[in-house]
């Protein structure tokens, strides 16, 4: 999600600001445990055009969280298509709709899909400290499952929902919505939500304005009530 007074011409690698250095041990060893808890999710639509973003694991029967703005397409749309793309490798053609809100703000959606994760996301409902390091694992446009890092900033509030997000130091790029955003423990801190940035004049032309990106995410509290208010038992 982007908030753009205007469409101006963007900056090369404006949205590729990389996180902080992961050591290759660690890296190793989230692609070992926690990665094996994200999906990749890919939307193909009648003319051809194809949509991506990223799923979390939740339980061990397959129930999968992302934000609404991934998956409205393929729930209001019957003939969109949809890939679920696993680490291993599996792809999943269909899933089994548990709860997706419209109300504004919200962006939580609930699927099941037929498979049974090697890895899930328990929540983490007490914030971390800002100097604990936090990781996030995505699927931007042309890399799956990249891995970054960073940390909790602050609670606020982006004018785009109205509810209050998480901001935190991970770069939420494109393709990384719904992403798991968590601590050393895999624990889930909060999903991957959203990006903001403002544009400045430059001589005649509105530019992107690389100290303005805001990176947000939901927080485990808000998944924690609403997979509660979805009655699935395996879930709660």
């Not at 890939?83 to 962006?107: A, E, M, R, W």
């Not at 996030?136 to 990249?146: A, M, S, T, W």
């Amino acid at each position: 999600m982007f908030l753009a007074p205007v469409t101006p011409a963007q900056t090369d690698n404006f949205l590729k600001r990389p996180g902080d250095e992961i050591t290759t041990a660690k890296f190793n060893q989230l692609l070992i445990r926690e990665a094996q808890g994200v999906v990749k999710i890919g939307l193909i639509f009648e003319n051809g055009e194809r949509h991506y973003g990223t799923g979390t694991f939740l339980s061990a029967q397959g129930h999968l969280i992302s934000n609404m703005h991934v998956l409205q397409p393929l729930r209001d749309n019957p003939k969109v298509k949809v890939t679920y793309t696993l680490k291993n490798g599996t792809v999943l053609h269909s899933s089994t709709f548990i709860k997706c809100d419209d109300q504004p703000g919200i962006d939580l959606c609930i699927v099941k899909l037929d498979t049974h994760p090697l890895y899930w996301f328990p929540l983490k409902i007490k914030l971390p400290s800002p100097y604990v390091s936090l990781f996030l694992i995505g699927n931007p446009v042309e890399k799956d499952f990249e891995i970054l890092a960073g940390r909790l900033l602050v609670p606020s509030t982006p004018s785009s929902t109205g509810q209050r997000r998480l901001e935190v130091s991970v770069p939420v790029r494109p393709g990384f919505s719904g992403g798991p955003i968590f601590d050393n423990d895999g624990k889930l801190v909060c999903l991957a939500s959203e990006l903001t940035y403002s544009h400045t004049l430059i001589g005649i032309n509105w530019q992107p304005d690389p100290t303005s990106l805001h990176y947000y995410c939901i927080e485990a509290s808000v998944i924690s009530k609403y997979i509660r208010k979805s009655k699935v038992p395996s879930l709660l």
